[in-house]
């Protein structure tokens, strides 16, 4: 059965500072990919980076990096020079690859960007 | 507008009724999922359409819920003699048909079953 922890419930941060949301899962599957998503006050779900199981590079899309350390199932979320508008919760999840967006999601994170 | 489209977005009702929420996925999204997410928790998955294949029904709690998908469109979630344990926010994401499964969330519809 596939897994997503997220052991931090709340994160503080100083604006322009950085900060790493964690996450690990666990899976027997060979191949999955990572997500993150970032959901603010209003509910929507925004989907923020990917990173799939083979890939060898760290998922990168502007302030958003994924720490993927296969070894160690982990997939940690790095957010660079933090925005007061970063302030929202902010879920891990997994899905097997060719399942689609059919995921599995962490508990959530609540980060907190302090001006 | 262009993203995912549910209604309604607040529904009140009272425990053993039935209820149907809506779902409009951005146009030429071939797939649409349908997600739960309950107070302070993570998303639970319930179901899954992809084209014309047979939905992937394997979230779905208790056989009190369904939902079907017309004309590869719109989809309408089905909660038949709701319970208070159905009080959620229900979501629903469409994807194209690419290989990473990024989804694209509507705005979700607050189901409060008293």
């Known amino acids: 059965a596939q897994k997503i922890t997220q052991t931090q419930p709340g994160m503080f941060v100083q604006e322009k500072e950085a900060v790493t949301l964690d996450c690990t899962y666990d899976?027997?599957?060979?191949?999955?990919?990572l997500f993150w998503y970032k959901q603010p006050s209003s509910g929507e779900m925004i989907f923020l980076i990917y990173q799939g199981s083979y890939d060898q590079q760290n998922a990168t899309e502007g302030r958003y990096s994924l720490n993927f350390q296969k070894a160690r199932k982990s997939a940690n979320l790095v957010i660079s020079a933090s925005q007061l508008g970063d302030s929202a919760m902010y879920f891990c999840a997994m899905g097997r690859l060719g399942q689609g967006g059919k995921l599995i999601f962490g508990q959530g994170t609540e980060l907190s960007v302090k001006p | 507008g262009a993203g995912v489209s549910q209604s309604p977005s607040n529904k009140v009702t009272e425990k053993g009724k039935d209820v149907e929420l809506r779902c409009d996925p951005i146009?030429?999204?071939?797939?649409l999922y349908w997600y739960r997410q309950s107070l302070g928790q993570g998303l639970e998955f319930l179901i899954y359409?992809?084209?014309?294949?047979?939905?992937?029904k394997s979230g779905l709690p208790s056989d009190r819920f369904s939902a079907e998908r017309t004309g590869g469109s719109v989809s309408t979630l089905t909660i038949q003699r709701t319970q208070q344990e159905d009080s959620a926010v229900y979501l629903c994401a469409s994807s194209p048909p690419t290989a990473t499964g990024e989804l694209f969330f509507g705005e979700g519809s607050r189901l409060t079953v008293l």
């Open positions: 899976t027997s599957d060979p191949s999955y990919g």
């Open positions: 146009s030429g999204h071939t797939a």
């Open positions: 359409f992809q084209g014309n294949s047979a939905p992937d």
